[in-house]
């Protein structure tokens, strides 16, 4: 489960009472000079006993976590679990920092937080240490701040490469929650710089690509990324329209199934809905516009799509010792309807992944849906 001559250990726990998923989590994560602990817990337990738990067991430890809509844990996809992984000081050199009050997030704001944390580890590692050095965000999935936030975090951060995860609360929809000193906080993100002497890489893939059925944003809400026009019609019905369907027959499910495609500098990223509004509009989980040009999705194979990922993970950087996945919950109830979830679990636990199902996934500068991206570990040092 672990390669703790590494400095890296991985574990979890599926204890319901929040002390107990702690203690069984830190006997498997502790050891020697920990530099840093990331967790993804369920927003099942009792928040209010996890935090001070969290604080009690890992000290002084640079601690970062979310909540989440899934962990996927050393033995794979998993709900209602703690689940994390602990790096040593030989393994990694940690900052962080954490931006508040999202909903009143400005690009300055990021900026000076993102400059206070570099500037602290150059203090430390030396002023090259971008080149040996990944960030990763955890922000409130309910906040819909990231796309600011990322802009902000991509213009500070130059050639580091991001990536990262928006929190879940199990398709609830209604309160996320970032973990902080003890406490879990809404309208919180945290960022997390880790300069190592592994070899990684920050990857994303997703198993759709763009088709020849377009579609136009003719009215949108951006502030709140709420379409209520497509093709100069009432969006859900539209968009129902398109798929062959009625728009009552809109679930989670079809719009796990069926997201929409936007190209950007010869790539294709997606852009997933969350739900048909009363009125017929609907919500998206990214940022949207009027006047922007989406097609509706073509599917690739999702596992050998991501085997290849792996596969070619390998060929650049060896067998990865640890990966730290965030994947979009969309992707799991797919796998879920395609009776593909337990085929999946089984290629993430063979390489090494610990993370947790999101409600949007950061790459770089850009906040996508229905992706899976992360950061890979390899056992050789540069």
């Not at 498997?28 to 530099?35: E, F, G, N």
């Not at 209604?174 to 973990?179: F, G, I, N």
């Not at 739900?275 to 017929?280: F, L, Q, R, S, T």
């Not at 990214?286 to 690739?300: F, K, M, P, W, Y």
Request: hydrophobic content about 40%; overall charge negative.
């Amino acid at each position: 489960m672990n390669s703790a001559e590494y400095g890296v250990k991985r574990g979890f726990s599926q204890a319901a009472d929040a002390h107990q998923a702690v203690t069984e989590l830190r006997a498997q994560i502790d050891q020697p000079d920990t530099a840093l602990v990331l967790l993804f817990c369920s927003p099942a337990y009792d928040l209010e006993q996890l935090g001070p738990a969290i604080a009690e067991a890992f000290g002084d430890t640079l601690t970062l976590g979310c909540t989440t809509a899934g962990e996927i844990t050393p033995q794979g996809y998993c709900t209602g679990s703690l689940t994390g992984l602990s790096l040593n000081r030989d393994a990694c050199h940690a900052d962080a920092v954490h931006i508040d009050r999202l909903s009143e997030f400005a690009f300055s704001h990021g900026l000076d937080s993102v400059r206070e944390v570099l500037a602290r580890m150059a203090q430390t590692e030396g002023p090259d240490f971008a080149s040996g050095t990944f960030a990763m965000l955890m922000i409130d999935g309910m906040s819909s701040a990231e796309d600011s936030v990322l802009s902000a975090l991509h213009a500070g951060l130059g050639e580091i490469p991001l990536f990262g995860g928006s929190a879940g609360d199990d398709l609830e929809f209604r309160r996320t929650w970032v973990y902080k000193d003890g406490c879990f906080h809404s309208d919180m993100a945290a960022l997390v710089l880790v300069h190592t002497p592994y070899p990684f890489r920050v990857f994303k893939t997703q198993h759709f690509v763009g088709s020849d059925t377009k579609m136009v944003i003719t009215g949108a809400d951006p502030l709140h990324r709420i379409v209520t026009e497509i093709n100069a019609e009432p969006a859900g019905r539209e968009f129902a329209r398109m798929l062959g369907m009625e728009v009552e027959e809109l679930t989670p499910m079809i719009f796990a199934t069926h997201p929409v495609v936007v190209r950007v500098g010869g790539a294709d990223y997606v852009r997933s809905i969350q739900k048909v509004n009363p009125d017929g509009s609907l919500s998206f989980f990214c940022a949207i516009d009027e006047g922007l040009v989406l097609s509706v999705a073509q599917t690739v194979e999702p596992y050998d799509n991501l085997a290849q990922v792996f596969d070619d993970l390998q060929a650049e950087i060896g067998p990865p010792q640890l990966i730290i996945g965030c994947e979009c919950v969309l992707r799991s109830l797919e796998m879920e309807r395609t009776q593909m979830k337990k085929r999946m679990g089984e290629l993430l636990i063979a390489n090494n992944v610990v993370g947790f199902n999101t409600y949007g996934e950061q790459f770089n500068a850009m906040h996508v849906n229905q992706t899976f991206t992360g950061v890979a570990l390899g056992r050789t040092r540069r």
